[in-house]
């Protein structure tokens, strides 16, 4: 039986649920990079027919473990938001829990083979965006730190996020797969230049801890080409983007500054707030009443820090629930990676995991819903592929 002979029983075996469910979910994962509103829209009508298909089979929904401290994250957050100065407040913006719902369905719709469409999707998406990204810079004149690139996105924090993590596949893909590197290995220029010319420090850190991180994994002797690429970059960037990566080792610059007063204000909301924090979405209206004297800006709407932003909203409870789901996730991962099943999947996962905790030191990435929902298929991924496809299995002996 040749592969379109397999791939037209494959279709023919799988109910029409199944197949509209799993282009939903292609659609979502397609979109979380061009536009958070149809991202979520998409994400409603997935999740309409993943509990159809559950109940069609009865079912029940499953998850990989790192799930359930996530749970409680979630639930310790609704507590903060319930002791919060404005309740109310706090509870809306407690609706990006409702992401955290991505693990279960990633999870059961992505599974075995149909995980590598999930990701060739990312990077093809990824390498548009950066594309576009490109244009912006050269053609349309957002090439300044007050305009910079942002792609689809509506904010350039969340289009270098994003960026981010899809270098961090694309270079799990290349390091450690034994085919289709071809296109991430073409779209990777493209990638590591769009990100280059967002101006955004954070991410560039993120993008050398994630891929540092590959090159251990694969052979240490490789993080030698680290400063290689570095030294390329600061030769062949205008000189507004070696002027913006010199930054980072200046700390008289004022963004710099500034975020080492947001964490001494944070330091102050958390020693008031110890067990509950101020709330969801209470830093910034409480940020002229904590602020650092040596702050830069008057108001600040997050610390820039992902785990003092947690603790200072939701308390030490919350954090430490947070950085059990962070050491779950990372040993699950670990894991697959070591029993060499998927190690490109088990990677690209790692890459992102390492790449949100470095840049998350001077951003809080992990509150940003489109960076937030690509993070979590991510790091889904490597657990879906482990379970099988019920219908590709039925399909096989044919």
Same mark, same amino acid.
């Given at each position: 039986?040749?592969?379109?002979?397999?791939?037209?029983?494959?279709?023919?075996?799988?109910?029409?649920?199944?197949?509209?469910?799993?282009?939903?979910?292609?659609?979502?994962?397609?979109?979380?990079?061009?536009?958070?509103?149809?991202?979520?829209?998409?994400?409603?009508?997935?999740?309409?027919?993943?509990?159809?298909?559950?109940?069609?089979? $009865?079912?029940?929904?499953?998850?990989?473990?790192?799930?359930?401290?996530?749970?409680?994250?979630?639930?310790?957050?609704?507590?903060?938001?319930?002791?919060?100065?404005?309740? *109310?407040?706090?509870?809306?913006?407690?609706?990006?829990?409702?992401?955290?719902?991505?693990?279960?369905?990633?999870?059961?719709?992505?599974?075995?083979?149909?995980?590598?469409?999930?990701?060739?999707?990312?990077?093809?998406?990824?390498?548009?965006?950066?594309?576009?990204?490109?244009?912006?810079?050269?053609?349309?004149?957002?090439?300044?730190?007050?305009?910079?690139?942002?792609?689809?996105?509506?904010?350039?924090?969340?289009?270098?996020?994003?960026?981010?993590?899809?270098?961090?596949?694309?270079?799990?893909?290349?390091?450690?797969?034994?085919?289709?590197?071809?296109?991430?290995?073409?779209?990777?220029?493209?990638?590591?230049?769009?990100?280059?010319?967002?101006?955004?420090?954070?991410?560039?850190?993120?993008?050398?801890?994630?891929?540092?991180?590959?090159?251990?994994? $694969?052979?240490?002797?490789?993080?030698?080409?680290?400063?290689?690429?570095?030294?390329?970059?600061?030769?062949?960037?205008?000189?507004?983007?070696?002027?913006?990566?010199?930054?980072?080792?200046?700390?008289?610059?004022?963004?710099?500054?500034?975020?080492?007063?947001?964490?001494?204000?944070?330091?102050?909301?958390?020693?008031?707030?110890?067990?509950?924090?101020?709330?969801?979405?209470?830093?910034?209206?409480?940020?002229?009443?904590?602020?650092?004297?040596?702050?830069?800006?008057?108001?600040?709407?997050?610390?820039?820090?992902?785990?003092?932003?947690?603790?200072?909203?939701?308390?030490?409870?919350?954090?430490?629930?947070?950085?059990?789901?962070?050491?779950?996730?990372?040993?699950?991962?670990?894991?697959?990676?070591?029993?060499?099943?998927?190690?490109?999947?088990?990677?690209?996962?790692?890459?992102? *995991?390492?790449?949100?905790?470095?840049?998350?030191?001077?951003?809080?990435?992990?509150?940003?819903?489109?960076?937030?929902?690509?993070?979590?298929?991510?790091?889904?991924?490597?657990?879906?592929?482990?379970?099988?496809?019920?219908?590709?299995?039925?399909?096989?002996?044919?």
């Amino acid at each position: 039986m040749n592969a379109t002979t397999l791939s037209l029983s494959d279709a023919q075996t799988t109910p029409l649920l199944d197949r509209l469910t799993m282009a939903l979910l292609l659609s979502f994962v397609a979109t979380v990079q061009v536009s958070i509103v149809a991202a979520e829209a998409l994400l409603v009508l997935l999740l309409f027919a993943w509990v159809a298909a559950l109940v069609r089979d $009865k079912t029940r929904p499953s998850a990989p473990r790192f799930f359930w401290p996530l749970l409680a994250y979630a639930a310790v957050t609704l507590m903060s938001s319930a002791f919060s100065i404005d309740p *109310i407040e706090s509870l809306i913006d407690s609706r990006q829990l409702f992401l955290f719902l991505i693990v279960p369905v990633v999870y059961d719709v992505a599974r075995g083979a149909r995980t590598r469409t999930v990701l060739d999707v990312i990077v093809t998406v990824g390498a548009l965006a950066a594309a576009y990204g490109i244009i912006q810079y050269g053609m349309l004149h957002f090439d300044s730190l007050r305009l910079r690139p942002r792609g689809t996105m509506g904010h350039y924090m969340t289009y270098s996020g994003t960026l981010m993590l899809v270098i961090g596949v694309a270079a799990a893909r290349i390091v450690f797969g034994v085919r289709d590197r071809l296109w991430p290995a073409l779209v990777m220029p493209a990638l590591i230049v769009a990100l280059t010319l967002t101006f955004t420090r954070s991410a560039w850190v993120g993008v050398c801890v994630g891929v540092s991180l590959l090159f251990i994994l $694969k052979d240490f002797r490789l993080t030698g080409l680290i400063p290689v690429i570095i030294a390329l970059l600061l030769a062949l960037a205008p000189d507004r983007i070696t002027d913006r990566i010199m930054s980072v080792f200046d700390l008289r610059d004022p963004s710099s500054r500034d975020r080492v007063a947001m964490l001494q204000t944070g330091a102050a909301m958390i020693k008031d707030h110890p067990l509950a924090g101020v709330g969801p979405n209470m830093v910034e209206r409480l940020y002229t009443q904590y602020r650092d004297p040596t702050s830069v800006q008057k108001v600040n709407p997050h610390l820039h820090n992902v785990p003092v932003q947690i603790a200072a909203e939701r308390g030490l409870p919350a954090l430490a629930v947070w950085l059990a789901f962070i050491g779950m996730l990372a040993v699950g991962v670990f894991r697959i990676f070591r029993s060499g099943q998927d190690r490109v999947l088990a990677a690209g996962a790692l890459a992102a *995991i390492a790449a949100m905790l470095s840049a998350g030191m001077f951003e809080y990435n992990f509150g940003d819903s489109e960076f937030l929902m690509l993070f979590l298929i991510l790091v889904t991924l490597p657990f879906a592929a482990e379970r099988p496809d019920p219908h590709a299995v039925a399909a096989g002996p044919a």
